[in-house]
């Protein structure tokens, strides 16, 4: 048996549940995340989200089946990534406890922590190649299908019924003085849209780099019309270094590539200062350039909403504000702001606990940036994605909370996991140890 085989054979071994069970789980996880507004618009249960009902009754599902998982021997580097999980919940229901604020908004804040992050323990552990396999193209498929599904309301516009457009309840979102629509795909609002068609265009690009294939660079380029049709400024821009990130990372950084990446970005940066000069018909360069009232009202709201973190971030440097104070679901009387997901984290961590749980996140992306640079490492379009995707989250998340969003949120978990699972053991000579961290634990 060749070394391949036999890490299969033990990846199988590992597997708590069936092949056919886990996988018709994170399908199903999967298709919900993609489809929630669907079922939410035209499945519904009174004043109560269907699509919302579905995916956190799955994720509670997936959390359970990842946590009996957590029994078997774990790989190192899933077992620091399941480390990291359970700290973080730990640090989360502690800060909690401790908190003053209203027990309702600390009650649902960690309810949707644990929801939306917890089916990680699950995904990092589909390393079957079979159930990977299903998983991935569940993926591919639902990305592909939100990019067109954006095209088609870009398109149609208001051709389109309300219930196609957006979420029930909802009003529609619009630029260049309500004429045109911008597309949700369903899943709450243009900005939470746009960052899964960055993600989207990230994934389609490290494919069609590693496999070469003409389908790939089709599904790009329809992620990117798509995100180009969302009209948010924010995902238009970034979208640009994380493509940039996907060719270097397809590279492994070499330096002549590193030195075409600069060139690129020079060119880019000399094209977009010629448009700006002389576009100031385009509606996106209108945005960009807050001509239009509507954008300089969001951009006057965004500066107003980060000197208001700021000045409660002095008044409360270590606690912060408690958990939950700044959710969607309190009223506009309560919270201090409604956007960023930095300033969100600050306010209701603290700034101590903030850093210590970035640094635990940060722990988790060094296994898989050590596997996407690797020599002979294959199958890495997905890392590569995740890595890249960064790149828009780390500064779009000082400005707007895209990645808060329900779906966003769920699907960042799911393809972290995804990416993490995927991480060969045999990449190197030496045989990775295994952590019998958990069941000594348990």
Known sequence: ????????????????????????????????????????????????????????????????????????????????????????????????????????????????????????????????????????????????????????????????????????????????????????????????FSSILVFAAAYFAALWLEKRKKVFLMALICALVANYLTYTRASIVLVVPVLALVWLLHKRFHIEHKIAVLTAVVLA????????????????????????????????????????????????????????????????????????AWWILVLEFGIPLSILALILLGLVLVPLARYALHQDSRDRALAIAVLSFHAYIIPASFINSALLGHISFGLYWAVLGLSLAGINCDTTPKTKPESNFFPRLF
């Open 1 to 192: 048996m060749n070394r391949n085989d036999h890490a299969i054979s033990e990846a199988k071994r590992s597997m708590v549940f069936s092949a056919g069970i886990a996988s018709a789980a994170g399908v199903g996880y999967l298709t919900i995340l993609f489809s929630a507004g669907l079922f939410t618009n035209f499945v519904p249960l009174g004043t109560t989200n269907t699509g919302t009902i579905l995916l956190y009754s799955l994720a509670c599902v997936l959390s359970l089946m990842g946590m009996l998982y957590l029994f078997n021997p774990l790989r190192k580097h899933i077992g620091l990534a399941a480390f990291v999980t359970l700290a973080l919940s730990g640090l989360i229901i502690l800060k909690a406890a401790l908190d003053s604020n209203a027990a309702s908004q600390r009650a649902q804040e960690i309810a949707i922590f644990f929801l939306g992050a917890w089916p990680f323990l699950f995904f990092i552990q589909m390393n079957v190649p079979k159930v990977r396999r299903r998983l991935l193209h569940t993926l591919s498929v639902g990305l592909f299908g939100l990019s067109a599904f954006a095209i088609l309301q870009g398109i149609l516009g208001e051709s389109l019924p309300l219930s196609l457009f957006v979420l029930r309840g909802d009003n529609t979102f619009s630029v260049d003085d309500n004429q045109i629509l911008r597309p949700t795909g369903l899943t709450g609002n243009p900005i939470i």
């Open 269 to 340: 940066a000399a094209g977009g200062q010629y448009l700006m000069a002389n576009g100031a018909g385009l509606i996106m360069i209108q945005r960009l350039q807050n001509s239009d009232p509507s954008s300089l009202e969001s951009t006057l709201q965004h500066f107003e909403q980060i000197q208001s973190a700021a000045d409660a971030i002095a008044l409360h440097p270590l606690a912060g504000t408690g958990m939950g104070s700044q959710g969607d679901f309190v009223g506009p009387d309560n919270v201090i702001i409604t956007d960023g």
